[in-house]
């Protein structure tokens, strides 16, 4: 160190980030300092390295429900990459429709109003032949059904019938993120699409014989899940319910392994909050499918719990 200074530690930098976005959050709750917090956090967004985006993330994602002026920080938040997402860059436009997808995923409660506005915009997007990061948008387009922006059900038709269409697209890339969209919205928010569920089946089922194996394990999978709806239903109002044993029982008495391992893939390892009867029929399956390489990163996390509960 020269002259005896000290070198900043990514660990303090981490803290002096967090330390101003809080700051200028609690701006925003203060109608005289709110362009200020509002200022403020864009020039923040705007010097961002890759090592601060995750924090700052955390930091936005952990107030954005704590009221109006922390619901306008989401807002400052979102203008950026959303405003991205029109840059011709193909790298900008895939980093700002992640970025999105991931804080509308984080968030703990979202304004639905706001993200139901940006469903037609981000379709839009996708239908656009110059628009060049669609698997990406794809998931930002997953991201807003599932927090809730597709409520009726012209919103529904529209957000669906984007991603449907995407499966016909040369890009097979963009094909596959169709097809994983689709299944995250069977699996989370099927039951509200029941309406649509023979259109996404026929066009899932006109393209399971993709020339991409990728692309033809998505789909299948896909179709897996949208013909399990009514059973996705009962698992999600038993979650809903908090009832986790009820949720496990009611995808081990489906008799389809997909849904079963999808819903480990949602709740993660909770052996410790089930009955013994229902944990014992889990960890029965787990053996016989190991080998499966569709399920592997399914039942790993499981068997660490295992492991941890036996010799922790």
């Not at 995750?54 to 109006?68: Q, W």
């Not at 016909?168 to 094909?175: A, E, P, Q, V």
Request: aromatic letters at 6%; hydrophobic letters at 45%.
């Amino acid at each position: 160190m020269k002259g005896g200074g000290r070198t900043a530690t990514p660990a303090h930098a981490v803290f002096e980030l967090k330390h101003k976005v809080v700051l200028s959050l609690n701006k925003l709750s203060d109608r005289d300092t709110y362009k200020i917090g509002a200022e403020e956090l864009e020039k923040i967004t705007e010097g961002l390295t890759p090592e601060g985006i995750a924090p700052f993330l955390s930091c936005i994602i952990g107030s954005s429900g704590g009221g109006g002026g922390r619901g306008n920080g989401f807002v400052t938040l979102v203008k950026p990459f959303f405003e991205a997402l029109g840059e011709q860059n193909r790298y900008v436009q895939t980093g700002s429709a992640l970025c999105l997808a991931r804080v509308i995923d984080e968030a703990a409660d979202p304004p639905i109003a706001l993200v139901a506005q940006m469903l037609a915009r981000v379709v839009k997007l996708l239908k656009n032949q110059h628009f060049m990061a669609k698997p990406a948008v794809i998931g930002l387009i997953r991201s807003i059904v599932q927090a809730g922006g597709a409520s009726t059900e012209h919103a529904q038709h529209l957000a669906l019938t984007s991603i449907t269409e995407a499966l016909k697209c040369s890009d097979w890339t963009t094909r596959k993120a169709a097809s994983v969209a689709l299944a995250g919205i069977a699996v989370s928010c099927g039951s509200a699409f029941g309406h649509m569920k023979t259109s996404c089946i026929c066009s899932l089922e006109s393209c399971r014989f993709d020339k991409v194996k990728p692309v033809r394990d998505a789909v299948v999978h896909a179709l897996q899940c949208w013909k399990a709806l009514s059973s996705w239903k009962s698992i999600n109002d038993h979650m809903r319910a908090g009832d986790l044993d009820s949720a496990y029982e009611e995808a081990l008495s489906s008799g389809d392994v997909v849904i079963l391992f999808e819903l480990m893939n949602t709740t993660g390892p909770v052996l410790e909050k089930l009955s013994d009867d229902v944990a014992k029929n889990i960890l029965d399956i787990l053996p016989r499918k190991f080998l499966n390489h569709r399920f592997i990163s399914s039942m790993i996390p499981w068997v660490q719990q295992v492991s941890f509960l036996q010799f922790g």
